[in-house]
């Protein structure tokens, strides 16, 4: 069942039209126009300042040479499936079935992808902290298969989104979590709903709803189930989800099994929203034309692939103005973002109370594993009994909830120290650092100047293979991102920031970074660059 009728946070319907069309005598006594100018004068300064991100646009000549490389590698792709065998399980007595695996995907991973596997899914052997140890392995038959060499390489991690440091081997959240195993084993099996609540959930759940600022808050052992089995509880057929173009999978997912009607905005574009919620209240669901159940807006609160931050001062006068739901997922933004690591309900100053739906995930910046869902206690009460993560799937094991309520207490200044507001300032400053040392390199960066996730574009496939490569050999772990997870265009390697990280180590990576921006040739970017020199922590880099 959905939420309909059953707690008052999402019951709210959209009752007909005049709800929402902007009279001269409504609620508000303005026209939409008149709304819009008036944000726009009265917008302060500050939240266009921290919702600033740059998308330079590819050069022409890059575009061109992107999609010749491309389809040059495919068309080898194919002259390499003519004339050798591959050496892969083929499907077998099959007649009148239709094949397992969809033919181009499959010429894709064997043809394409493989030229490069050798930079992705690189096995590691340690806590992925400021430095991690990296199995090495090799390939005798180009990508097709790899052995391990028996050796070990420790490298300067930027690809974990290891946002506050947490992820260590030692100190208080590693110790707190060895006495939760000895207290209570390894894990509950059993689901929330049977066997499997502890004293420790109830903590962490008390914990979390203080530390976001709402009434109640529930706790789930995956981020991706937190997600996928909570979105089919809240929604229904008749309902209406307005997505954001670059949302996860897990919601997306979530999204599918629920039954609603999706439709997909521009990515943070606001304009591309409203036309969205204007239509949906005006013309309603089709065919019937009857107002739709609920409307939701779904968002994130960092898109990883674009280090880009949800304009959410925007997005939650809209979803006031249509009377929509919102729904933020603060996987990368919870712990990151914000002077109290609240996200980017603290970063832009908002009330926690104006989004409906908090989602967030403890696997980036508290360094565990497992998601949570908070707002009001109507909506937890209705998601304890609703949510299918909570009726069939395990409960969160106890080293990992003891992992986050140790980390969170950090954060909160709870422990006693100030190693939690040290961490935010720390990764803020890396942050600001590295962006606008990479901008002056004559990179193309894409995103937000506060977003801890740095998209690089390097565009061509070859380009992204190359470039983790010739940092790995200088012992400079970062993650290549490529199409399918990119468009086409816009291969682009990616770096995670870490409070972990010192100045000194980011200041070797970006000399790596430069060597190969050179000798690859990186510096795309036909904006002006400032020549004066970058000073790591100066007042203005922390805005
Ligand atoms: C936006 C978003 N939501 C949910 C998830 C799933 O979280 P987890 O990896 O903890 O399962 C991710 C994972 O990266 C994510 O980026």
């Given at each position: 069942m959905a939420l309909n009728g059953a707690a008052g946070v999402v019951n709210r319907k959209h009752n007909g039209r005049n709800d929402f069309l902007?009279?001269?005598?409504?609620?508000?006594?303005?026209t939409t126009e008149e709304c819009t100018n008036n944000k726009q004068e009265s917008a302060p300064n500050h939240i266009d300042r921290l919702s600033r991100e740059s998308f330079e646009e590819v050069p022409l000549y890059t575009a061109v040479m992107t999609y010749i490389g491309f389809y040059m590698l495919i068309f080898l792709g194919y002259i390499n499936e003519l004339f050798f065998t591959p050496k892969v399980a083929q499907e077998y007595n099959r007649e009148g079935y239709l094949p397992l695996y969809d033919n181009f995907e499959k010429f894709y991973l064997r043809y394409v992808f493989r030229r490069v596997r050798d930079c992705w899914n690189i096995p590691i052997c340690s806590v992925p902290g400021a430095e991690v140890v990296i199995k090495d392995r090799v390939t005798h038959d180009y990508g097709w298969s790899f052995e391990f060499t028996g050796t070990e390489t420790k490298c300067l991690n930027l690809a974990s989104y290891n946002y506050l440091g947490f992820a260590e081997s030692e100190g208080p959240c590693a110790e707190s979590a060895k006495l939760a195993i000895q207290k209570y084993?390894?894990?509950?099996?059993?689901s929330r709903h049977e066997l499997g609540t502890s004293e420790q959930h109830i903590e962490l759940e008390r914990l979390t709803a203080r530390f976001l600022g709402v009434e109640d808050a529930m706790v789930f052992g995956m981020g991706f189930a937190t997600n996928s089995l909570n979105i089919p509880a809240l929604l229904s057929p008749g309902c209406l989800v307005l997505s954001d173009?670059?949302?996860h999978a897990s919601l997306i997912l979530g999204l599918r099994l629920s039954g609603a009607t999706i439709k997909v905005f521009k990515h943070n574009n606001m304009a591309s929203l409203e036309r969205h919620l204007r239509d949906a209240v005006i013309f309603?669901?089709?065919?019937?034309?009857?107002?739709?159940?609920k409307i939701f807006i779904m968002v994130e609160g960092i898109f990883s692939m674009e280090g880009s931050i949800v304009h959410l001062p925007e997005l939650i006068t809209l979803k006031k103005k249509y009377k929509a739901y919102l729904y933020l997922d603060e996987?990368?933004?919870?712990?990151?973002?914000?002077n109290r690591g609240r996200g980017v309900v603290d970063y832009f100053s908002c009330d926690p109370r104006d989004v409906d739906i908090m989602m967030g995930t403890f696997t980036k910046s508290f360094g565990s594993a497992g998601g949570y869902i908070a707002g009001s206690k109507r909506l937890i009460d209705f998601l304890r009994v609703h949510s299918h993560a909570a009726c069939y799937a395990s409960s969160m094991s106890p080293p990992v909830a003891q992992q986050i309520i140790t980390s969170m207490r950090i954060i909160m200044g709870e422990d006693g120290s100030s190693d939690g507001v040290r961490r935010i300032a720390q990764l803020a400053r890396n942050t600001r650092y590295v962006r606008r040392r990479l901008n002056q390199m004559g990179l193309i960066v894409y995103g937000n100047d506060n977003s801890p996730v740095v998209p690089v574009l390097v565009y061509m496939f070859s380009k992204i293979g190359a470039v983790v490569r010739t940092v790995k050999k200088k012992k400079l772990a970062i993650v290549g991102v490529g199409f399918p997870a990119t468009p086409l265009m816009e291969g682009r390697i990616r770096i995670c920031l870490s409070a972990a990280h010192t100045k000194e180590q980011l200041d070797k990576a970006l000399l790596f970074l430069e060597e190969v921006a050179d000798s690859l040739g990186l510096?795309?970017?036909?904006r002006p660059r400032s020549p004066l020199p970058i000073i790591y922590g100066s007042e203005d880099e922390i805005e």
């Open positions: 902007p009279t001269k005598n409504g609620k508000n006594g303005h084993g390894i894990a509950h099996c059993s173009e670059k949302n309603g669901q089709p065919r019937t034309r009857r107002p739709w159940k996987a990368h933004s919870i712990g990151a973002m914000g510096r795309y970017s036909q």
